[in-house]
T-cell receptor, first 117, second 111 residues
Framework: GAVVSQHPSWVICKSGTSVKIECRSL??????MFWYRQFPKQSLMLMAT?????????EQGVEKDKFLINHASLTLSTLTVTSAHPEDSSFYIC?????????????FGPGTRLTVT | TQLLEQSPQFLSIQEGENLTVYCNSS?????LQWYRQEPGEGPVLLVT?????EVKKLKRLTFQFGDARKDSSLHITAAQPGDTGLYLC???????????FGAGTTVTVRA
């Protein structure tokens, strides 16, 4: 149980284009999903909290117009990196909280490696 | 400054040796989680500790939660190369379920 998938697992795009990353909870309903960014050999940095049916809450320093988050259903959240630049290249990981379980545990997707050329 | 201070940052040991990773904070947490992450993959939840003083065992891994619920430790007995990875502690200091992560400990077990 508690499986989270991400698609794509890796993507290469040209500077100036937009990229959409999907995060799905496969066997539970996730009222809350989280998007993280991770640089090599570093810990996870929370970018935003995504709540189903409402606007995402962004962490300080994260541009909401650049990183568009949509949480249209209880099993799907998407992150769109708009007008991507090489500095946006990173490992993006989503997680989902199983609201039915009542705890703070988050289950993570396998991550998406974004490379902007 | 990070809410959760993890140490050491790097650990390289020989197969069969023991190791301990520490996670400390000045804040009280209702629970702490430990995750293990391999390169190119997402973190995998190992355990959640909830009660002060709690000890949980997962095969050769032993997790402790401090009495005051401000710190935790992960001890691996007779480490194996398969234990290699990035170990992360995390906790939600408030009721919004946002996890705060430690900086991580990169463990390398040499065969």
């Amino acid at each position: 149980g508690a499986v989270v998938s991400q698609h794509p697992s890796w993507v290469i795009c040209k500077s100036g284009t937009s990229v959409k990353i999907e995060c799905r909870s496969l066997d539970f309903q996730a009222t809350t999903m989280f998007w993280y960014r991770q640089f090599p050999k570093q810990s996870l940095m929370l970018m935003a909290t995504s709540n189903e049916g409402s606007k995402a809450t962004y962490e300080q320093g994260v541009e909401k117009d650049k990183f568009l988050i949509n949480h249209a259903s209880l099993t799907l959240s998407t992150l769109t990196v708009t007008s991507a630049h090489p500095e946006d290249s990173s490992f993006y990981i989503c997680s989902a909280r199983d609201g039915g379980a009542g705890g703070s545990e988050q289950y993570f997707g396998p991550g998406t490696r974004l490379t902007v050329t | 400054t990070q809410l959760l201070e993890q140490s050491p940052q790097f650990l390289s040991i020989q197969e069969g040796e023991n190791l301990t990773v520490y996670c400390n904070s000045s804040s009280v947490f209702s629970s702490l989680q430990w995750y293990r992450q391999e390169p190119g993959e997402g973190p995998v939840l190992l355990v959640t500790v909830v009660t002060g003083g709690e000890v949980k065992k997962l095969k050769r891994l032993t997790f402790q939660f401090g009495d005051a619920r401000k710190d935790s430790s992960l001890h691996i007995t007779a480490a194996q190369p398969g234990d290699t990875g990035l170990y992360l502690c995390a906790g939600a200091p408030s009721n919004d379920y946002k996890l705060s992560f430690g900086a991580g400990t990169t463990v390398t077990v040499r065969a």
